[in-house]
């Protein structure tokens, strides 16, 4: 399959709207609201108390699905290029990203005295680690587009903005940095699959099938350590999917195809 240079524009963060969901898994409506900007931050005298036992506990598997993700992610780049050799190079440049967002979240568990559990993290991304593996080995790189460009980007790019506001100062810089990477990243696969969507929906239609439960049995998991950490488990799971959903919507799909798609978190 050729690939085309990508071009299209660049995915910011989200500025002055609130979000309110039909239901958890449903796709978002949005609606303008002036003061939602800030509405979920969290004041400094509001902040988790990073020193303590219960903390550090759920800190050292958050921190070790980070960097876990990030590995992951670099590893996929790379495999992703053996796939499209004539993008090779510009998904090197997205793996390397990736190394040093790595970096930086091994600091911040560092910073904290942390220890992260990696066994943990290895075994949270098995599922879609091995739907990758298995996509690679067939050839499909729609379904390894999917998987990594945006089922895992907009779960990381969900988790950092909810994270953020309740992180500590170290963290905070470090991750304010990653989040605009990760929009890159995202775009890159989106805008990959919008050139291609003619010859790639059924692909694309059946690896969201097989994939986005993975996704909400994800956020199911991480979610007591979560909300130790500060973040609550319906945030990730709007945040996930108004990301998820402005990619779809980037790559050409309706609103009422949006809604089929994301129904299958329902009943997978």
Same mark, same amino acid.
């Given at each position: ?28 409506? @949005? ?8 509405? %979920? ?7 988790? +108390? ?6 550090? +506990?759920?800190? %050292? ?10 590995? &992951? ?6 495999? =992703?290029?053996?796939? =499209?050799? +004539? ?29 992260? #559990? ?11 680690? #091995? ?6 080995? &067939? ?18 790019? %969900? ?7 309740? %992180? ?5 810089? =470090? ?21 291609? @969507? ?5 692909? @694309? ?33 709007? +945040?996930?999917? =108004? ?22 978190? @329902?009943?997978?």
């Amino acid at each position: 399959m050729a690939c085309c240079a990508v071009t299209g524009r660049q995915r910011q963060p989200r500025g002055d709207y609130s979000y309110r969901l039909i239901t958890d898994w449903s796709m978002p409506i @949005l609606e303008p609201n002036a003061s939602a900007a800030g509405a %979920s931050r969290v004041d400094g005298e509001g902040l988790p +108390d990073f020193t303590t036992a219960h903390y550090k +506990d759920a800190y %050292s598997r958050i921190n070790a699905i980070v960097i876990e993700g990030e590995q &992951e992610a670099h590893d996929n780049y790379i495999s =992703i290029g053996t796939l =499209i050799p +004539d993008q090779a190079e510009e998904l090197a440049r997205l793996a390397r990203m990736e190394m040093k967002h790595l970096k930086g979240f091994t600091a911040c568990g560092a910073n904290l005295g942390v220890v992260a #559990d990696m066994d943990f993290a290895r075994e949270f991304f098995t599922p879609l680690r #091995d739907n990758f593996q298995q996509a690679l080995a &067939e050839g499909k790189v729609v379904t390894c587009l999917l998987i990594q460009a945006l089922l895992i980007e907009a779960f990381a790019i %969900s988790a950092y903005h909810i994270y953020i506001p309740v %992180s500590d100062p170290f963290a905070r810089k =470090i991750t304010e940095a990653v989040v605009q990477d990760e929009y890159t990243h995202l775009n890159y696969g989106q805008e990959w699959l919008k050139a291609h @969507l003619n010859e790639c929906r059924e692909e @694309l239609e059946a690896a969201n099938r097989a994939n986005l439960p993975h996704v909400r049995r994800m956020l199911d998991r991480v979610a007591a350590d979560a909300a130790v950490v500060g973040m609550a488990k319906e945030d990730l799971i709007e +945040d996930f999917l =108004i990301a998820y959903q402005e990619a779809l919507t980037q790559i050409g799909f309706t609103s009422k195809e949006i809604a089929r798609l994301a129904a299958a978190a @329902l009943v997978g």
